[in-house]
T-cell receptor
Framework: ETGVTQTPRHLVMGMTNKKSLKCEQH?????MYWYKQSAKKPLELMFV???????ENNSVPSRFSPECPNSSHLFLHLHTLQPEDSALYLC????????????????FGEGSWLTVV | AQTVTQSQPEMSVQEAETVTLSCTYD???????LFWYKQPPSRQMILVIR??????QNATENRFSVNFQKAAKSFSLKISDSQLGDTAMYFC?????????????FGKGTHLIIQP
């Protein structure tokens, strides 16, 4: 138990569906991340939120839409996905990404397995 | 942009042996962190060890230690007295410490198998 909880753990959706992945962290952190892990590819950073503001969008297609209503919750809204979007989606959190702060370590949730059919 | 290279896709050793996983990285930054994460079959990404680039002393955590060579941009992980539970994917990762929006940059991973 790392203090980062993701739901659902497994999701199967059709290409025309709309679904959401949820992440909640209980560590008091103020930065949250979405990563995508596909087979045979390095983990890819998708989105970064710091103090509830999006600070990074690594050229992610618009069919992925993040939402961070507060520092403890992060969502990834999914719509009209493609089969190649099937992957493990990992949420993570850390404390304070501001300059000059040391000791920044990222903690991960257990991931949400997404299958697009 | 940073890149992280793990040149060993898979390694296999006997239980109780010592194993070293290699990692090299490329960056123009001078202040950064390096990490080793372990991902067992459960897919939970678990932090194994962390190294601050400004520290010359190599980090150690029980059976896990690193050999950090900043000039060579090398960051290897040594696992001593390996155990069956060490079987997992191991990822080397880089983070710029100056803030900004980089998060972690990962290598492709090394699949470590500990044989009984």
């Amino acid at each position: 138990e790392t203090g980062v909880t993701q739901t659902p753990r497994h999701l199967v959706m059709g290409m025309t569906n709309k679904k959401s992945l949820k992440c909640e962290q209980h560590l008091g952190h103020n930065a949250m991340y979405w990563y995508k892990q596909s087979a045979k590819k390095p983990l890819e950073l998708m989105f970064v939120y710091s103090l509830e503001e999006r600070v990074e969008n690594n050229s992610v297609p618009s069919r992925f839409s993040p939402e961070c209503p507060n520092s403890s919750h992060l969502f990834l809204h999914l719509h009209t996905l493609q089969p190649e979007d099937s992957a493990l989606y990992l949420c993570a959190s850390s404390q304070d990404r501001n300059r000059g702060i040391s000791g920044n370590t990222i903690y991960f949730g257990e991931g949400s397995w997404l299958t697009v059919v | 942009a940073q890149t992280v290279t793990q040149s060993q896709p898979e390694m296999s050793v006997q239980e109780a042996e010592t194993v070293t996983l290699s990692c090299t990285y490329d960056t123009s930054e001078s202040n950064y962190y390096l990490f080793w994460y372990k991902q067992p079959p459960s897919r939970q990404m678990i932090l194994v060890i962390r190294q601050e680039a400004y520290k010359q002393q190599n980090a150690t955590e029980n059976r896990f230690s690193v050999n950090f060579q900043k000039a060579a941009k090398s960051f290897s992980l040594k696992i001593s007295d390996s155990q069956l539970g060490d079987t997992a994917m191991y990822f080397c990762a880089f983070m710029y410490s100056g803030g900004g929006a980089d998060g972690l940059t990962f290598g492709k991973g090394t699949h470590l198998i500990i044989q009984p």
